[in-house]
């Protein structure tokens, strides 16, 4: 029988791990024969999240010139590197005419320019092409069937072939192996979630659940009440926009080349407040100029193999230290060698001194203090973490006032290159990442930090906000902001530290932000039920893997031979399915290594037959010849039955 390979999950992760498969194949597998499935309810290439069928209004939150999909020199991996396009080499080609587009895109792509935001519908015919591209690249005697269905349980001995079961399938698809890239998934309500639902609904109230926002029914909002928001991050801003441009806002450019709102009348009053009470930093809008940070120099593989072992490990104590030095490194690297009028002392003395210094000790910060004369070019972390720490207003509508002087300074800090070691500190913040891979889930602190600081949304949307402000539509509730269910008046209650003494009522409660990716109360089935059958999780919820291919764990430690898992619901977690270009992408290097892993298995399996256990025939699927357009689900059905 034929060697076969399921991965559940056909989106930009799944589609990474093709391409790696296509390009380490003719080392490690050569000409033998494998049936290749592709299990998703989602068109392959987007996925769920990146589908087509979204909102033209929705953005990405990088630059075109800085999504791609494919490895460059910069990647560490054994397997060889297959260039191609990013996203704004993409659309270049497509105008050229070297490649096409649905009509429906073509002025999308005809206005793209390299640091210009794409709309999510053209990054998924990017990530579409990318996967046509890869399945084509795959050996002519690797069949690759679709399903477009959802995966729901995974059955199988260690030592033997696997049973993937599919919704409404009554026959499994029999696999070698198994790779789940499942992506976001849904999560199964909190204790604190089910009372709120409950609390709604025995008050005619509308509560809204963590969720991918462009999934939510926002429909039940009604124009002109109060709604309160818990998040002040990207799934925020993606609900701002469908909440104004999406129910008939328009904006225009007022006498000072800001924008200007015009509510439709549609349009609900958004109560939004956080930990922090602002929003994300804008997404830097200048290019660096000279010498890169020298990283990783305080946070690399040296000093994570010295930590403790990860049983043992404590972030705050053992690895935030380290963190904090890189991040200052590349900080006072760049403001030394780029503006050295602004320091004191030259950049060799300043480096030999840093390095001998202890993070965090009184020394490094004395060094610091004695060098760099404005406090506003030393770096603090924790200021940083903390904005509005202390600070207070007297009423609400000064608060309105100083989150809006907030957000401008934040926009034309990010848009200044006098103010470039910003953009070192996010450089150093992906090498950071890039090493925490290595010593698995760090919690969702560490996670939420990166994305204020590294991944916020593009200057224009914090303008957007900014006039929505201005006209009254979003209203900041400030840091520390609290929500009570008022059972007595029958109302949801908001307050902050930023403002004592203050509340906002509302009869509707939207959390925004994406649901925890937890094994234990996630809404996949399959994810759900591996664990309840003895997949190891991390004390943070998510599924433990090896970190050198992504086998999956189990409560042992013990390595499945035959069951892999990469994506942000492993402790593996990577930042994100593509990245920009020459970053030594964690994601990258995880492809790589599953996929040599996977097709060494397979080879192994296929030279000697009786080591993959009893083989059964595995039904007839949609065979999908290379290149052709994506089926539609009911040509997928139809094959599948």
């Not at 093709?18 to 380490?24: F, G, Q, S």
């Not at 996203?87 to 320019?113: N, Q």
């Not at 509560?207 to 925020?236: C, H, I, K, M």
């Amino acid at each position: 029988m034929r060697p076969s390979l399921v991965i559940v999950g056909a989106g930009p992760r799944g589609s990474g791990l093709v391409e790696r498969i296509a390009a380490n194949a003719a080392q490690l597998y050569g000409d033998t024969p494998l049936d290749l499935h592709l299990v998703d309810p989602h068109p392959p290439g987007g996925g769920r999240i990146w589908r087509p069928g979204q909102s033209p209004l929705l953005w990405m939150n990088s630059t075109a010139e800085d999504v791609t999909m494919f490895t460059d020199e910069s990647v560490e991996q054994e397997g060889p590197v297959r260039p191609g396009p990013s996203l704004a080499e993409w659309a270049a080609a497509v105008r050229a005419g070297e490649l096409t587009v649905a009509p429906h895109l073509t002025a999308a792509v005809e206005a793209l320019g390299p640091r210009d935001f794409a709309g999510r519908r053209l990054q998924s015919a990017y990530l579409s092409w990318v996967h046509d591209r890869s399945v084509a690249a795959l050996p002519p005697r690797i069949a690759v069937h679709e399903h477009r269905r959802t995966a729901v349980r995974v059955s199988g001995p260690r030592d033997g072939r696997q049973q993937v079961w599919l919704e409404g399938r009554p026959e499994p698809l029999v696999a070698d192996a198994v790779v789940l890239t499942l992506g976001h998934l849904e999560s199964a309500p909190s204790p604190e979630q089910r009372t709120l639902t409950a609390f709604a609904d025995r008050h005619q109230l509308t509560y809204l659940p963590p969720a991918f926002t462009a999934d939510s029914d926002l429909s039940a909002l009604r124009p002109g009440e109060p709604v309160l928001v818990r998040g002040f991050g990207l799934a925020f801003v993606d609900l701002m926009v469908l909440l104004t441009e999406g129910r008939g806002g328009t904006y225009t450019t007022g006498p000072d080349g800001e924008p200007v709102y015009h509510p439709s009348g549609r349009e609900p009053v958004l109560h939004v407040g956080s930990r922090r009470g602002v929003p994300y930093h804008s997404k830097i809008g200048y290019e660096l100029q000279g010498e890169r940070p020298p990283v990783p120099r305080f946070f690399g593989p040296a000093q994570v193999d010295a930590l403790p072992a990860r049983e043992e490990l404590d972030f705050r104590r053992d690895v935030w230290p380290l963190i904090d030095k890189e991040l200052g490194f590349a900080h006072y690297h760049r403001l030394f060698t780029a503006h050295p009028e602004r320091t004191r002392v030259a950049w060799p003395d300043f480096e030999e001194k840093y390095a001998a210094a202890d993070p965090g000790s009184a020394a490094l910060q004395a060094l610091v203090e004695a060098s760099v004369p404005d406090p506003a070019d030393r770096l603090d972390l924790t200021a940083l973490d903390h904005p509005l720490a202390g600070v207070t207003y007297p009423d609400g509508e000064a608060l309105q006032d100083g989150l809006r002087g907030y957000i401008e300074a934040d926009l034309d800090r990010r848009h200044d290159p006098a103010h470039s070691p910003d953009l070192a500190v996010f450089l150093a913040l992906l090498s950071v990442y890039g090493q925490l891979v290595r010593i698995g889930d760090r919690g969702p602190w560490w996670h939420g930090f990166f994305s204020y600081l590294a991944s916020g949304p593009p200057g224009p949307r914090l303008r957007q906000l900014l006039a929505l402000s201005r006209a009254g539509v979003v209203r900041f509730l400030g840091a520390d902001a609290t929500v009570t269910a008022d059972e007595r008046r029958g109302v949801f209650r908001a307050r902050s530290a930023a403002v004592p003494g203050e509340t906002v009522e509302a009869k509707a409660l939207v959390e925004a932000r994406l649901p925890e990716p937890t094994v234990e109360h996630t809404g996949d089935a399959l994810l759900r039920g591996l664990h309840a059958e003895g997949a190891a999780s991390t004390p943070g919820g998510l599924l433990a893997v090896d970190a050198a291919d992504g086998r999956v764990l189990d409560g042992a430690g013990r390595p499945h031979p035959r069951r892999f898992a990469l994506g942000p619901h492993t402790d593996a977690r990577s930042g994100g399915a593509f990245a920009r270009p020459r970053t030594n992408a964690p994601a990258f290097r995880q492809n790589d290594a599953t996929a040599r892993a996977l097709l060494t298995l397979l080879r192994g399996l296929a030279a000697s037959p009786t080591a993959s256990g009893a083989r059964a025939t595995t039904p007839a699927a949609s065979v999908v010849p290379a290149p052709r357009p994506a089926p539609t689900s009911e040509e997928s059905h139809a094959a599948d039955q």
